[in-house]
Every structure is written in C-alpha cells, then in structure tokens.
T-cell receptor
Framework: AQKITQTQPGMFVQEKEAVTLDCTYDTSDPSYGLFWYKQPSSGEMIFLIYQGSYDQQNATEGRYSLNFQKARKSANLVISASQLGDSAMYFCARGSTLGRLYFGRGTQLTVWP | DADVTQTPRNRITKTGKRIMLECSQTKGHDRMYWYRQDPGLGLRLIYYSFDVKDINKGEISDGYSVSRQAQAKFSLSLESAIPNQTALYFC???????????????FGPGTRLLVL
C-alpha cells in the first residue's frame, strides 16, 4: 500500500512561532520524491517544497523546510515565523516512479495573532 | 495568466446527466492528471496521461472517462453523474525532469461539482 500518514488533523500556532507538520510514508521504491502542498480556503493547491530521496541535505524554500529522515520514512514540514496567511490545509505527498503522487489526508493549520 | 486552467469553475448538475470538465495548460508539460478531493480524504487519482496516446486509470476511475485532445488539453467526463461524485476536481500537470525521484505537479484552480 502506498500510504501517506498525516497524524495531525489540526494544528494551532501563534503568529511568529515555528510549527512542524508531521508526515510519514510507506514505500518499497528505492527512489522517490516527497512534496508538500498548501491549500488555502480558496481551494487552490499550491506547491511548497520538494525533497528527493537521494538528496543529502534537507530542502528549504524561504520559511519552509523539510525535515527528511529517510530511515524513519518521515518528511515533516517546518514553517518558521508563522504568518496569519499560513492558515490553510497542508498536504504531504509522495511521488512514484510513474510520476503520480500519493497524498495524505492533510493537516489544517490555524495561525492566531 | 494561469498556467493551468479549468472550466467550469463551478457546476451543478442532476443525477444521470453527462458532464465534461475541461483542463488546459500552457506549461508545455507532457503529463496531465485528474484528481478528486473529498473532505477528509485528501486527493485521489482518477486518470492520468503521459502523452496524447498514453492514458491510464488511477485508483478511482469507475464512472469517469477522459480524453486527451492535444498535449495541452485533458478532459474528464462523467457519463451519468451520481450524487457521490460531488467533489472538488483538480487537473494537474508535470514535466518529466527528475526521473524516478518524482515530478512536481502543478494544479489548476479546481472545479466544484455538485450532483443533485
């Protein structure tokens, strides 16, 4: 089974604080990619960050970083200095050799002032 | 202008009607996908296409069909809509540029479909 698990249905963080959104995955593929997407209340899916399974360093994109622990099969998203506009649903996804993505069920993040 | 567009953005239809959702992209990508999103279930793959002549079923293709009219266009049809097909539908595209380590997919704005 190509299972992606996001154990936190909802998370709350105060503005300017950091927050970690958890993601674990199953795979038997030796090579794969890990992705995080943001879905604000308007509904669109916004690509945030990518990590390749062979990448030696954790990916970073501005305030987003991906804490990749290959042996544990985890790919947690860290958002530093949270902003009110970060309030959204966040999806973790794993890429496959066939190009498709397998998505988790998402974590709803709420940033409060 | 958006790179991936979907029409219509919202649609209400009745049980048994045939409807088509359309997707167009200007990213020049070969690969296109259709997903549906239901509350609490994430996104699930309906169909995907690696080029005009290569179309594949995803995990929930029953009740749906697709047509890849050109590299830039990928349409999803519901032959006879039923209420449990009420969902948010996304089209996505990707470029084969990372080999086996996965490709970033870029999503359209989504189509909200309500089947009465």
């Amino acid at each position: 089974a190509q299972k992606i698990t996001q154990t936190q249905p909802g998370m709350f963080v105060q503005e300017k604080e950091a927050v970690t959104l958890d993601c674990t995955y199953d795979t038997s593929d030796p090579s794969y990619g890990l992705f995080w997407y943001k879905q604000p209340s308007s509904g669109e899916m916004i690509f945030l960050i990518y990590q390749g399974s062979y990448d030696q360093q954790n990916a970073t994109e501005g305030r987003y970083s991906l804490n990749f622990q290959k042996a544990r099969k985890s790919a947690n998203l860290v958002i530093s200095a949270s902003q009110l506009g970060d309030s959204a649903m966040y999806f973790c996804a794993r890429g496959s050799t066939l190009g498709r993505l397998y998505f988790g069920r998402g974590t709803q993040l709420t940033v409060w002032p | 202008d958006a790179d991936v567009t979907q029409t219509p953005r919202n649609r209400i239809t009745k049980t048994g009607k045939r409807i088509m959702l359309e997707c167009s992209q200007t990213k020049g990508h070969d690969r296109m996908y259709w997903y549906r999103q239901d509350p609490g279930l994430g996104l699930r793959l309906i169909y995907y296409s690696f080029d005009v002549k290569d179309i594949n079923k995803g995990e929930i293709s029953d009740g749906y069909s697709v047509s890849r009219q050109a590299q830039a266009k990928f349409s999803l049809s519901l032959e006879s809509a039923i209420p449990n097909q009420t969902a948010l539908y996304f089209c996505a595209t990707s470029d084969k540029n990372r080999g086996t380590q996965g490709e970033t997919q870029y999503f359209g704005p989504g189509t909200r479909l309500l089947v009465l």
